[in-house]
């Protein structure tokens, strides 16, 4: 029954201010309803999503509650909005008749106040408390329920209870009745609500309305439930046989998951457009909702069948949220759990709640990073694929907020991909097309198949091996041999390609049916462009082999040319790469696309970071193909890029086993003669003095000492103990042994060696320390004798090969306890000892059986990827099994309190060692971030960089990082220290939350009143003002990358083209590329000049080392960042290049090198190394490949690391090693004659641009080897 309207208008206000404008509509008509029937009514609402964009609307929010009164404050989670409004509603909150905040931050929960029921207050012990009779929406975890389902049973049923018990019960009461209404938020059920509250509790002049307004109990609706655009009653019904019947063959079911406030606010024209794309595709559509945020009721009820068994062959979840949790939470444990069960690929959309679509549309990020996070990244750790924006807010209109609307192209690509999905699905495997990709980069014939960690070749005969027995049409080739040849070799030297041509698109044919051909031409001119072109036709690479086709991913097209890479931002790809994808969906009609290894260009082309639209070219590329990259398991940070922009599954696989360097030629006997200076007899010097000249020359030879001047005999104990630490670092240094192979698991000797590893450092989720302490305490510590570790490294290793061996942990154990008696020791703690070896034992059962090649089928059918983190092998285990779907982490987490503690040693490491280099702290540090580092170890990068400034990060009541605060300086015991961050576009793209961090950090402690001279930030800052004139913001900032949509300075690139005279054009390069600051917003401004100036004033650059895979001259993205930059700081500094500095992480100790020590370091533990290069060469073409990519590399570090980081010997000895040695240079150019004949033209080059200078023989036979290779090229070699 309505209320009668009240004659005389009595003035109320009441401000709503809640977290979207779903209810928006909802909100006008009630609004309506209510000011007919109180006149004197002044109703807002007020959309905390808008305050980002819109800089007045949270002051028209703060306004309107300071004039309310009666205040409405719901699902305010994110502590920025909800500080926001916080202040005004405190203020407001004792003059206000009532004040409701739900659903909100706890800060601001505790403003709500209702009569007698107050959440400032403390706890009552009384059971009829507000507080205990709230804490029973919790419910009992014993009865089988979710616990969004206890929570809405109990908010249904405590006010029924509560009506009976007088006092302030009935004030709660009243709490949980309004957040029911809320709830349930129709336009009845708001107008009621209002009613509602002021029926109740208007007071002062207002009281006159108390008891007048009669309001309504609220409406219920099903809390779990189906809807469907064409049913009546909002659409809403609990019976599966009210949806429409479906017309037609049956070609797949979709479960489609809608949110039930959207449905009760009749807010669902987006909705309703995905459900009538869908069907339009011939699929049969479940649209089902359920309510508090949890929606395994619904999946439950009308997902599967009475056995649990999914009946549908696809789910997508339109909330935009997790699904255990939506925006407040995520249990993503709960959700797999759930997902897994079902089987189906679960696609997640998103909706614009925090951007208008037109805002969306102009933004170069696509999304801004609040619905990065809540939308993509935290969905992902569901298993979440295909993130695809399907609708959102209109453009508002004056004093109302807009509602979600739908986006009518990104809906068809929806139904599209939805599609193809299903219809892989149920197709017959020996009727499905399978697209393999390879990669070429950079692109030359030797490069053909190229990818992180992975022997290519042999994986991909592997894997083909196993589609043809799983039922797919396969020509096998008879080896990878055979497989590797008829795709590099073939027909590739008639066509002048670098590889085999399947195929050639005739340039009318490709103008006639490229949509984007204006875009192409306009980077590349006119079709068919020069790339992978006769003039006439457009080369496709690869080799047909049934419904399998390999093919070879074209170049970005840019990498050999010096002008274009000084883009700043990115362009369209060639006329070639286009219409190779093109090619793939239209012409060969593949079923779904695999790309094979880390990893390929499609992710890295122009446009969106997240939230692609129709405009983004790995959007267009890839189209409507289902696509599963086969992505290595330490690089969740691509890998996510992939994810997000190239809509890709991805199946990890391992990098490969890890051992010890050991010593070789030169260096062991240097080891022999030491053991012989250690058992000396110092009493007889004439036998000393004879060992102690030895070693110095033996020390030499190695380029370990100097030859000259001769050793004293006060000195040498000092030298030898230098000589011997030098030597255990390189001997017990960590190296990649080979490459790993899909399909083939690790043998029993690598598992143990591995496993050994893992344990070393200990497990710090499992509370043990390292393996080693279980033997002897404390062995792991520098007290511990150098007998007493080898002692100890010898029996843990012999327990681990037990433990591999036998399977049996007590066996192992048994081993352990005997060995180490036969050693005269006792176990220190056997239990510890015990637990090391059950986990271990896990380890290796799952390190002995592959599970990538059944990860790759999976996906290939259609099912549910399990999601999994992506990390190194040996800090972070639960990367096993491989086979999965890779995940990064929940960035608001990040980074983590016990990053926080390895980043503040890490920083204190690296100003002692520049202390004892220098004699003083550095004022002015530069630091490379890149997003992979971050992301495998919880921000620990990013925590060191905090920790140099000495600022923490700040977190809201429930864990989210929110922003940044100072360490007092006495707490901080130091200066804070100018950081100059140069960030990889990955961390901009996957770290926006982060990248604010940083910049809201060098802002505070620039705004800071402290003494410059104790605050390095604020006197450079100020000097900046001074001398430039601009603002304070503007000084202070320390944050650069990336335009947004670009990668890379390209300083590698060009490096590699050879194509460049002086070390400043790769600084001039780095700073067009990369001279982009990024402030507290979050977004760039073209600052080079502020740039060029922070780096002028570093002393020091440095970047870590986060992988025992990767070292600085495993890849030249090292030489890109780190290079790039210090080339950047010597160009402003007059040539002089600062310190240059590498962390190796790689155990738990960490050390800081200069970057000579590294380079010298990794030389002598890979390049040089027979362990290392022997195990490359085993995997022939790729190994030859990876050899010729250390020499490369190395060379990067001459062109940007200062004059002698790379010691002239090194040089030497790789052209000694590879290039002189007739046989080595035999086996190079068998296996991979363009890499060798690379290698050999980069010693050259070297030697032309006075990096190093051999004597004239060694040169005139260097020149005569490359001469040599270079005619086995041309066909010429006798």
């Known amino acids: 029954m309505a209320a009668s309207p009240v004659v005389k208008p009595i003035p109320i206000r009441v401000a709503i201010t809640t977290l979207d404008a779903h209810l928006a509509d909802a909100f006008e008509r009630a609004g309506a309803a209510l000011v007919r029937d109180i006149p004197g009514l002044t109703i807002t609402m007020h959309v905390a999503a808008d305050f980002g964009s819109d800089p007045l609307a949270a002051e028209r929010a703060r306004q309107d509650i300071a004039q309310a009164n009666i205040v409405v404050c719901t699902q305010l989670f994110q ?113 009621q609500m209002v009613k509602y509250a002021i029926d109740r509790y208007a007071d002062g002049p207002r009281k006159a309305l108390r008891g007048k307004l009669n309001p309504q109990q609220p409406q219920a609706y099903p809390e779990v439930g189906l809807w469907h655009p064409a049913l009546a009653n909002r659409g809403m019904t609990e019976r599966m046989e009210d949806l429409p019947r479906h017309r037609g063959a049956d070609v797949g079911t979709v479960g489609v998951l809608v949110g039930r406030s959207y449905l009760l606010a009749d807010n669902v024209a987006h909705y309703a457009a995905v459900v009538r794309a869908l069907e339009s595709k011939g699929l049969r559509v479940v649209p089902a909702f359920a309510s508090a945020l949890d929606a395994r009721p619904a999946v439950a009820k009308y997902f599967t069948n009475g056995q649990g068994q999914a009946t549908i062959d696809a789910m997508i979840n339109l909330t935009g949220f997790s699904l255990v949790g939506g925006p407040a939470y995520n249990n993503s444990e709960a959700a797999q759990e759930v997902l897994k069960g079902l089987d189906v690929p679960y696609i997640t959309l998103q909706t614009l709640e925090f951007q208008t679509i037109q805002e969306w549309r102009n933004d170069a990020r696509g999304l801004n990073p609040l619905q990065a996070t809540l939308q993509i990244a935290i969905p992902e750790l569901d298993g979440a694929i295909v993130p695809t924006v399907f609708g959102g807010k209109g453009e508002p209109q004056p004093g109302k907020a807009a509602a979600s609307e739908p986006i009518p192209e990104r809906i068809d690509r929806v139904a599209e991909r939805v599609a193809k999905l299903v219809a892989l699905r149920r197709k017959d495997r020996a009727q499905r097309k399978i697209a393999l990709i390879l990669f070429n980069f950079p692109p030359n014939a030797g490069n053909t198949g190229s990818a992180a960690y992975l022997a290519v070749f042999p994986s991909m005969q592997r894997v083909l091996a196993s589609l043809k027995e799983q039922g797919y049409t396969v020509e096998l080739p008879s080896s990878a041999d055979d497989l590797r040849e008829r795709i590099t070799g073939g027909n590739r030297e008639r066509y002048g390609a670098p590889a085999n041509v399947h195929t050639t698109i005739r340039t009318d044919d490709h103008v006639r049916r490229e949509p984007y051909l204006a875009e192409i031409e306009k980077t590349w001119g006119p079709a068919p462009g020069r790339q992978l072109s006769d003039g006439q036709s457009i080369q496709v690479m690869g080799l047909q082999l049934g419904n399998v086709f390999i093919g070879v991913q074209p170049s970005f097209g840019w990498e050999g040319d010096p002008m274009r890479l000084l883009f700043e931002g990115g362009f369209s790809p060639t006329h070639a790469f286009s219409a190779f994808y093109r090619w793939l969906r239209e012409d060969f009609a593949a079923d779904a696309i695999l790309h094979f290894g880390t990893h390929g260009a499609l992710e890295f082309m122009p446009g969106k970071q997240s939230g692609l639209d129709d405009r983004c070219w790995p959007d267009r590329l890839i189209g409507d193909a289902p696509n599963v990259y086969l992505y290595a398991s330490n690089n969740s940070s691509e890998g996510t890029l992939a994810k997000r922009r190239g809509n890709a599954t991805l199946v990890s696989y391992l990098t490969p086993p890890v051992a010890n360097a050991g010593l070789y030629r030169g260096l062991l006997d240097l080891k022999s003669t030491l053991d012989r200076w250690r058992a000396l007899d110092q009493t007889k010097a004439g036998e000393a003095s004879s060992l102690r000249e030895l070693i110095q020359q033996q020390a030499a030879a190695v380029e370990l000492a100097d030859a000259e001047p001769a050793w004293t005999a006060s000195e040498a104990d000092a030298r030898v103990t230098t000589l011997r630490d030098r030597l255990l670092e390189l001997e017990y240094e960590l190296i990649p042994m080979g490459l790993h192979v899909v399909g083939e698991p690790m043998t029993p000797e690598a598992r143990a060696g591995v496993l050994v590893e893992m344990a070393r450092s200990g497990r710090p989720e499992l509370e043990l320390p390292p393996i080693g302490d279980t033997v002897v305490a404390g062995q792991s510590t520098r007290a511990a ?102 995940y990064g982490f929940d960035p608001y987490r990040v980074p983590s309190a016990v990053a926080m503690l390895e980043g503040r040693v890490r920083a204190e490491q690296l100003l002692a060692r520049y202390v004892a280099d220098n004699g003083s702290l550095p004022e002015s540090v530069a630091v490379v971030l890149w997003g992979t580092d971050n992301m495998k170890s919880e921000g620990t990068p990013l925590a060191q960089v905090m920790s140099l400034m000495g600022v923490v990060p700040r977190f809201d009541a429930v864990g989210r990082l929110t922003g940044a605060r100072l360490l007092p300086l006495t707490s901080l015991g130091r200066p804070r220290v100018d950081v100059v961050v140069t960030l990889s576009g990955i961390f901009r793209d996957l770290l926006p939350l982060q990248v604010k961090l940083l910049a809201e950090a060098a802002l505070i402690c620039a705004q800071a009143d402290e003494d410059p001279s104790q605050n390095f930030i604020r006197k450079h800052a100020l000097e900046t003002m001074q001398e430039t004139g601009c603002d304070l913001a503007t000084a202070a900032l320390r944050v650069f990358s990336n335009a947004d949509g670009a990668y890379g300075s390209n300083v590698n690139l060009l490096i590699d083209t050879g194509k460049w005279e002086k070390e400043d054009e790769l600084a001039d390069l780095f700073v067009q590329r990369k001279g982009f600051a990024y402030g507290t917003d979050g977004r760039p401004s073209c600052q080079p000049a502020l740039m060029k100036r922070a780096l002028g004033q570093a002393t020091l650059s440095f970047q870590g080392l986060d992988s025992v895979d990767l070292g600085a001259t495993d890849i030249d993205q090292y030489v890109e960042s780190l290079g790039g930059m210090t080339r950047v700081i010597a160009q402003q500094r007059g040539g002089e290049a600062p310190a240059v500095y590498v962390g190796d992480y790689n155990n738990a100790q960490g050390k800081v090198r200069t970057l000579t020590e590294q380079v010298e370091l990794e030389s002598r533990t890979k390049l040089l190394n027979p362990r290392w290069y022997e195990s490359q060469l085993e995997y022939g073409y790729e190994g030859a490949r990876n050899i010729a990519g250390h020499v490369i590399t190395t060379f990067g570090w001459s062109a940007t690391g200062g004059k002698g980081a790379v010691p002239e010997w090194v040089y030497a000895e790789a052209t000694k090693t590879f290039v002189l040695d007739d046989a080595m240079r035999e086996r190079l150019a068998q296996a991979n004659p363009d890499a060798a004949s690379g290698l050999a033209q980069r010693l050259l080059e070297a030697n032309d641009r006075g990096f190093w200078s051999p004597d004239e023989a060694t040169l005139e036979a260097l020149r005569n080897a490359a001469a040599d290779l270079e005619d086995r090229l041309e066909g010429v070699y006798a």
């Open 785 to 886: 004798s150098d007998d007493t570790v080898q002692v100890v490294d010898q029996l843990v290793r012999a327990t681990v090969r037990s433990l591999v061996e036998t399977k049996d942990v007590r066996t192992a154990l048994r081993a352990a306890i005997s060995g180490a008696k036969a050693q005269g020791l006792r176990i220190a703690d056997e239990r510890a000892l015990q637990q090391h070896l059950e986990a271990l034992g896990g380890f290796d059962a799952m390190l002995s059986e592959d599970r990538e090649v059944a990860g790759i089928l999976r996906a290939l059918d259609a099912r549910y990827v399990s999601p999994a983190p992506g990390g190194d092998l040996l800090r972070n285990p639960q990367v096993l099994p491989t086979g999965r779907n890779i």
């Open 79 to 191: 502590e920025e909005y909800a500080n926001a409004v916080y202040e005004a509603v405190l203020a407001r909150r004792d003059a206000a008749d009532a004040v409701l905040c739900a659903l909100c931050t706890p800060e601001l929960v505790k403003c709500t106040k209702l009569g007698k029921f107050d959440m400032s207050g403390g706890e009552s012990r009384s059971p009829l408390s507000p507080i205990n009779l709230l804490k029973k929406l919790r419910g009992s975890r014993g009865d089988g329920k979710s616990s969004g389902e206890r929570q809405m049973s109990a908010l249904r049923t405590l006010p029924s209870i509560l009506k009976f018990i007088p006092g302030t019960a009935q004030d709660v009461r009243a709490y949980l009745l309004l957040i029911q209404y809320w709830l349930a938020g129709t336009a009845e059920n708001i107008e």
